[in-house]
Structure formats: C-alpha cells, structure tokens
C-alpha cells in the first residue's frame, strides 16, 4: 500500500506550520513565445495543493520541464508555470526547473540534500515522472515522512485496476511509431486483455513480420522476430486490413496492407477504423495509447479521429494512457467524455507493463524506514 495524505499528516502529528516539499509534473507544452498551450498537467495537482494548503502547511512545489540536460536553459525556465501558479495557488512556492541541475537525471545524493533542506516532510504527486529513479522522485523518501498525492494516488488505483480487474471485454488500442518503445507492454497487455489493436507507425513492423510489403513506411527490422512470435504465438493482435498512404505526387490513396515500394503508409485506413471503432464499441473497458496516424497532419487524421470518437461513444470505461493520445483527445474537444486521462504516457506503460515504478517503491520504503524508526 501507498502511503497517503493522511499518512503523511499522521506522522508529522499535523500539517499546520509545515514545510512540504511537492514533487509535480508540471512538464507543460510551450509556444514558441514561451506561452502554456494546455495547462491539464497543473490543473492535475490543484486537489493535492489544495488539501495541504487548507491545513496551513506551506507548500514548495518542485518539477522538470523539457530535457535541458543538466544546464540553464532560458527557453526551458518554469516561469510560466509560476505565473499560472500564481492564478491558481497563489500561496505555493516553485523551485526552478529541477533538471537545469546534472544531480536531478543522475540521482544524485548531493542534489537530494538540497533539496529537501528545511522542508519536513515529501509529497509525491509526479505519476508521469515516477518511472524515473530521478533524485526528486525516489530521494526524498529516504529524508523525510512521505506520501502520495491525489493525483499519483488516483493513476496507480484506475491503471492498476486495468492489470487486474478490467470489466470485459478489455480492449487496448496501440498506436505510436515504434514498436521497441511498446513491445513490453504488448506482451503483457496480450496477458490480459481480449483484444490488442494496434495502428500507428508500428503496425507496419507487425504487417512485415506477416509477411505484406510495407513500402516506404516505418518498419523495425530488429523487432520483426519479435513481431513474428507474438503473432504466431496465437496472441490476440489486430492489426489494420487497410491503409491511408501518401503515393508520389503528393496524393493520399486508401490502400490494402500490401503497399507498392513507393508508397508510405501513414494513417490506419477507413475501414480498419470502422473495425477498430466496433470492437471498441462492444468494450467493457478500453485502454487507448497512442494515436493511429500522423494525426497533426488532417490529411491523416481520420483514423485516430474516428478511434477517439469510438471511446467518447463508448459505454466502457475508458482511459487514455496520457503522451499524443492525451493530446489527441484534447484537441478534438473529447477529453470531458473519456473516463480518465492519465498525465503519464511513459509511466502509464510502464506500471501497466511492470505493476510497479521506481517513485512508488520508494513511497513505500519510506513506510518502512519510519517504522523501522520508531521501532528503534
């Protein structure tokens, strides 16, 4: 079990007059002029700030922002998500971005010290960043009384319940380019699920290892093997009958799964989102990461477009696994429809994948340090 709010307020003997140092993902998308483009991620923490904040603790909020690999980078500054803090939670503090220091990525014992100096007790609410073995994520509960936020809470309850407990038929939708970036969690979502449906840029890994010529399209020639004994393996993989593809002369042609050498498959074809969008349809519960297609371009935008539209039509439960799913439902105007929405791609895979990640142990341990304390 995770330690809780509560868990925290129990052992600190109360919040009023603390110190809390809170650990969020506000790794928020930028415009080119540095503006917040979908403030969802800080909207996320409110309920963990708010709950600390009405019982007077002080809150020093600390999060990343892009990859600026350990050195000040203006463009990767966490001002605009000080001045949003500011509208939303006036009264919370926020550290600079956490990854302008080398010590945060390398978990460094130097940089965790620093950190949590003066502060007396930790509060991790980063699901999307809690499958980093990053200093701000699995240092602090070695220092101090911890416990979980709402936010991280809430992730590991509705993904966990997905490994374990999904009302039937669970169908997991898989899009993306690459299918090493996914292949774990294919196999253990072929555990599990009824049907695993995959679209994307690493359907066509699948479709080569069938044997179809994939033409110009993205293919993995160091995951066909893998591919190959999934699907021979009797797992229960759908894969697209046809295809959207970009044909010399800039024309987009619907195509079957043998595509000439000079096309490019880049969009799962009508009448693959029309299956995709039955199965969906007929779901107890779906699970969707990952877009169909290059859907920033609206040539190729039907297919995650029709998929997002199955989910919000859907009477199944439905998350969607955060990254360009999340993205993709926000800027068809569906979020509000879908069950949940997870902050973490990344994370949201792994714990799916792995039942665990390195932030959450390290909550855990914390459980085990204190009594291991008290005790002594």
């Known amino acids: 079990m995770l330690p809780t709010l509560e868990t925290l307020e129990a052992a600190l003997g109360g919040l009023a007059g603390r110190i809390i140092l809170l650990r969020a993902d506000f790794n928020v998308p930028l415009d080119d002029d540095g503006q917040i483009t979908d403030d ?27 990859r600026p690999q350990g050195k000040v980078e203006r463009r990767y500054s966490l001002a605009p998500v000080q001045a949003k803090l500011r509208e939303l939670a006036p009264s919370v503090d926020l550290l600079e971005n956490l990854r302008f220091d080398p010590g945060e990525t390398a978990n460094e014992a ?17 699901f999307g960043a809690s499958h980093r073995a990053h200093a701000s994520i699995v240092g602090p509960p070695a220092l101090l009384p911890s416990g979980a936020g709402r936010l991280l809470t809430t ?15 669970f169908v997991a939708v898989l899009g993306g380019a690459k299918v090493s970036d996914k292949l774990g969690v294919i ?41 190959a004994e999934l699907l021979d393996a009797g797992a229960p993989i759908r894969l697209p009958t046809d295809i959207a593809v970009l044909a010399p002369g800039d024309r987009v042609v619907q195509a079957g799964v043998d595509l000439r050498s000079d096309w490019q498959g880049l969009d799962i074809g009508s009448g693959t989102a029309a299956e995709f969008s039955d199965l969906i349809l007929h779901a107890g519960t779906v699970l969707w990461n990952g877009p169909m297609g290059l859907f920033e371009d609206a040539r190729f935008a039907s297919g995650t477009v029709t998929v997002a539209q199955a989910l919000a039509d859907s009477g199944a439960f439905t998350v969607v696994g955060g990254g360009d799913s999340a993205a993709a439902v926000q800027q068809f105007g569906l979020s509000a429809a879908m069950d949940y929405v997870s902050t973490g791609g990344g994370a949201s895979l792994e714990l799916i994948q792995q039942g665990d990640l390195p932030g959450l142990q390290a909550l855990r341990e914390s459980v085990a340090n204190q009594q291991a304390s008290r005790q002594g």
């Open 40 to 66: 969802f991620r800080i909207r996320a923490a409110l309920p963990t700030i708010s709950w600390l904040t009405e019982r007077e603790a002080s809150v020093v909020a600390c999060s990343h922002l892009g």
């Open 110 to 126: 130097r940089f965790t010290q620093t950190l949590v100096e003066g502060c007396d007790g930790y509060v991790n609410d980063a």
């Open 155 to 169: 992730e590991v309850e509705v993904l966990s319940g997905l490994r374990h407990k999904p009302k039937r038929p």
């Open 187 to 227: 196999k253990a979502l072929v555990e599990v699920a009824d049907e695993v449906v995959i679209g994307g840029g690493m359907c066509f890994t699948f479709l080569a290892a069938q044997g179809h010529g994939v033409g110009k399209s993205l293919l993995q020639q160091d995951q066909l093997e893998a591919c």
